[in-house]
Every structure is written in C-alpha cells, then in structure tokens.
C-alpha cells in the first residue's frame, strides 16, 4: 500500500495525471495541418511595427499569415543565411521544418501532435537540450498575440536581440502591456505596477506554454510555464506530453487537462478562439536560433479557426 | 497692305511652328535617357542600379526611361517638373552633386523629394502603366494581391511601398535615421 501511495505521490507532484497519460486518441483519423516554421533572426515585435515592409498592416493589425502564408521556407533561407536580421549565421544551419500538427480534445484533455523529420545538421553547439518543442497558447487578451504570433511577445531589448546591450539583466519574452511603455527598443524593466500585473494574471491576460525538452541522451524532461512581465516557470508541470522517435520522424504528443484554471493557466473551452504558436529549437541551441511559426487562430470544435481541434 | 498682314501672318505661323517643333525638340531629349545619364555621376550611380531591377529587363521587354517614372505627363505637369529639375542641373553646375561621391552625400535628401513628389501626385508616373482597376488578385503572389487590395481600401499610393525598386534602397537609410518611437501606436 505504501508503495502505492509513493507511486501516486510522484505522479500527483510531477503533475502527470493518469488520464492524461493515456491518451486514447486514433490519431490516424485527424487530419494533419503542415505548417513551416522559419528562423527568424532578430525580427521583434518593434521591428514588425516600424522596419517590417508592411509595418503600416501590422499596426492596423492584419496577421502575419494573411500575407506571407507559403513564403515561410524563403523568408527562413534568407535570414538564417545572414542576409537579414541575423548579424550572427550559423553556418549551413537549415532556415525552416516542415511540421504536422494534429489536434484533438474531448471531455477532459485537449490534445497536440507534433511530427518532423529531424534534422541531422549539427553546428558542434553543445548545451542541455538537443531538442525543445514548444506550444504557446493566448487569445485576444493580448492583443498583439493574435496579429503576431510569438513575435508579439518577442521584443527587441530581449536577451540576445538587437537592442539588448551588455550589462542589461537577461530578459526573455514578455507582454506590451506589462510595461509602462514599448519604444522602438523594447520596454526595457520599467514595469506598470503591481496591482495591474495582478489583474493581468487573475483576468488571464498572459500566454501559456508548455515545453518538451529533450536532451543528449534523449531523455525527456517538462518545462511550464505563463508569459507576462517575463516568463515565469510553474513550480508544477500541470501538461503531459510523450516523445518518441521512429525512421527520423520525431512525435511528441502533449496533453493538458482543459478545466485548468489557476495563476498562469488557461482554461480551454469550446466555442472560443486561442492563437496558437509553435517554436522549435534543434541543435543545442537557444534564445532566438530557433525556428518559429506564425500564430494561427486555433479552437475546440467550431469552424473559424485554422487549426481545429476535433472532438473525440 | 492685305499682302504685308497675311505675310505677317505666315511668318507668325511659321515662328511658331519652328518655336513649338524646338520646343517639343527639347522637351524630348531633356526627357531622354541618354541626357539624364550624360552626367558621370548619374550613368554610374542610379542607372547602374536601374539596370538590375525588373523595371529595366523582363520577359515582356517593356523598360520605361528615366522621365517614365520621373517626368508626369501632361504639358503642365510635365513643364512643373521640368523646372524644378532645373535645380539639379544648377546644382551639377555649381558643384554640389557633380562627383558620385557628392551625388552620394545628397541621395537621400533628393530621394525623399521624389518620393514627396510621388506622393503629392498619386504616383501619376507609376500609374502611367500600373492600375488598380486592371490588377488581377488572382495572378499576384498573396502578399502581393493582399496589400494591393489593403492600399485601395486605405487610399495608399504606390511609392507608400515601393520605394527602392529602381535604385538603391535608400529608404532604409531612412528608418535608420528615426528612432520610430512615435510610429509604435497600435490602431487596433
């Protein structure tokens, strides 16, 4: 019996959930959506609104994806090769990945397949993490998200981006409205207050993401977390998600029970549109040397979204 | 006397005949191409960009002069910027664009005049050959087609977006002179 209580124990504080472990999903019965993210260098959100060709749409709020949707692969080559926006190339690194999501939800869990061919390029970087698949989901509480994507939480005074300079505190991703004012360089550490970073969090104006990391030896370990003032890491994974790997195709499956709904996490129901993001770092690397895709609005059930996600 | 009045009258109309055939004369080759490049400083500077661009060679071998895209038609809008072109030449003369390095020194400034001038007009001298009315979505790459349809529905003109696609892009040089802080406001 106690054996059993120990078992339970490590998995309640691991946050895995047995219903979410065992997904029953026929994932051959859901069509995959193909979905190509890029390199995208240094392009922040203030470099969207003011150096972008199309700045003018981006500030009237026209998506990323009504312009550029099949221009990914070109874009990525363009700028991983240094031509643009990237002042520091890795040499021969691939500019984009081709990737299938497929998703799914039923009563209790929504669920998220992730397939690509992996990469077999290798820079010779060394690091922690061979591999970090990432999901980001928000809605229209932050307005930029659902213009953006993950460009809208990405600005340009960010650790390793254009306008951060040495002897500036790591910054990572974090929302307009967290800070008293976006310049052409950022937001920089000047926060609202933080009663209006409480109302933020408790009015669920902030992004969620769930993050599978997978190292050298390729073990899997879980990263979750909210961005808001910064990215802040949730003491408790409160997601699932499995990797495998079968003739060079990388799956990873990741689950989350939808009624979820306490300080940096996002309850997902039916009838309401997300943007969803995906990001994908290869070869050790970190920070801004990942591939991203465009945010597309993503929902449960329903028909107006680009990806839907479809009831079991 | 009838004889000296409809001789008056000939001599008249022929004055004005030779005075509007020179006219038109030099009207065409200030217009030409060869004029704008026989200064140095324009042949090997923006002409030899020009001749890298789409505009100069494409797979339906139309390629429009310098005063295509610069010169509006039209006798008054034609003779408006005739004179103000005149200020190049006094410059040229005088000095202060006469070498590719001093051309160089002034490009943006000259450039923000045309695209001003662009501006003030609707891009008459794009619209010489380009029209809405007769773009086919269909045929344009996505992006394209998209911010062609945004541009009729705000009311853009065409140098809005096209700056650089002849010459150097010094637009950018331009963003870089701004620190852009007030070009941040979201109208959505």
Redo the contacts between chains.
Sequence with gaps: MKTFAKIFYLLVITGISLPAMTSEINWDNIKAESITLFYPGQSSWEWLLTKHSAAKSVRKGAPCLECHEDEEADMGKIIVSGKKLEPSPIKGKPGSVKIKLKTAYDKENAYFQVQWKESQFSSGNTGKYKTKVTLMLGDKSVKEYPVAGCWGVCHDDASNMKSFKKGDKKRQLYTSASRVKIKRTGGGDALVDEDALEEMLEEKRFLEYWQHRIDAKSKSNLSHGYILEKRHKLKQTKFNSTSTVKNGIRTVIFSRKRNKNGPGLIPLEEDHQYTLGIALHEDFVSGRQHYVGFGRSFSLGGNDSVITAIKQ | MKSFIAISFLALGLISLIGAFAFEKVIAYTSSTEFCISCHEMESTVYQEYQKTTHFKNASGISPSCSDCHVPRGLFPTLTRKIIAAKDVYHWVIGSINTPEKFEAQRLKMAKRVWQQMEDNDSAECRNCHDFKHMNFDKQR??AA??HQ?AIR?G?TCI??HKGIAHKAVH?DL?EES???D??????
């Design positions: 996505k992006r998209k911010q945004n705000d853009e809005n977006c950018k963003e620190s852009f802080d070009e941040l406001e979201l109208e959505f």
